[in-house]
């Protein structure tokens, strides 16, 4: 099945600093990748969508200017939470759509954000 | 929008068969798909209805009924490794899946 990576899987950081995200869709073309966030024991809540070439359209409630997404090829799509605080410490995770299909996505590992 | 309801949790012992059921609301519904998560691990694809019936793959299988807004994932023959988050997901066509608020499966010896 297609693959999706995501690096780094853990990063601990210090509150005000930004944290980059990449997610890659490894042997597919994606133009569409979202980004999902994940609190503990809830579900996962979409963030945005990232649109090769074009800009992300984000979900109500989620600041454009706080997570900064870039989806500059059609397998890479980054997601930077810029200025962090501890309370977004949460599970990031990427899903890719492959060009070719309909609605199968396809997840990332996550990316397990902890902002000190 | 969508909202689609899940059981929060549901226990079963080894080798019993467990139906996890979910109802949505939903415009513009595309397909119903089924994820499992482990803790501490992201979504893994299970299952994926577009039609109404009954869809197998394996010790699972999922069921979509458009008419009633419902479905449901069957696990049979369960292992203490089924343990995990089960979500339901609804599919708007290119949009992103909206995730159900997702079943706790406990699985006893």
């Known amino acids: 099945g297609a693959v999706v990576s995501q690096h780094p899987s853990r990063v601990i950081c210090k509150s005000g600093t930004s944290v980059k995200i990449e997610c890659r869709s490894l042997?597919?073309?994606?133009?569409?990748m979202f980004w999902y966030r994940q609190f503990p024991k809830q579900s996962l809540m979409l963030m945005a969508t990232?649109?090769?070439?074009?800009?992300?359209?984000?979900e109500q409630g989620v600041e454009k200017d706080k997570f900064l997404i870039n989806h500059a090829s059609l397998t890479l799509s980054t997601l930077t939470v810029t200025s962090a605080h501890p309370e977004d410490s949460s599970f990031y995770i990427c899903?890719?759509?492959?060009?070719?299909?309909?609605?199968?996505?396809?997840f990332g590992p996550g990316t397990r954000l902890t902002v000190l | 929008g969508q909202s689609l309801e899940q059981p929060s949790e549901v226990t079963a012992v080894e080798g019993a068969i467990v139906q996890i059921n979910c109802t949505y609301q939903t415009s513009g519904f595309y397909g119903l798909s089924w994820y499992q998560q482990h803790d501490g691990g992201a979504p893994t694809f299970l299952s994926y209805?577009?039609?109404?019936g009954l869809e197998e793959t394996g010790r699972f299988s999922s069921f979509l009924s458009r008419s009633d807004s419902y479905g449901y994932l069957l696990l049979q023959e369960l292992q203490m490794k089924d343990s995990a988050s089960y979500f339901c997901?609804?599919?708007?066509?290119?949009?992103?899946?909206?995730f159900g608020s997702g079943t706790r499966l406990q699985v006893q010896p």
């Open positions: 990232s649109n090769e070439g074009s800009k992300a359209t984000y």
């Open positions: 899903s890719a759509r492959d060009s070719q299909s309909t609605d199968t996505q396809y």
């Open positions: 042997d597919f073309q994606a133009t569409t």
């Open positions: 209805n577009a039609l109404d």
């Open positions: 997901a609804g599919g708007t066509g290119r949009r992103a899946l909206t």
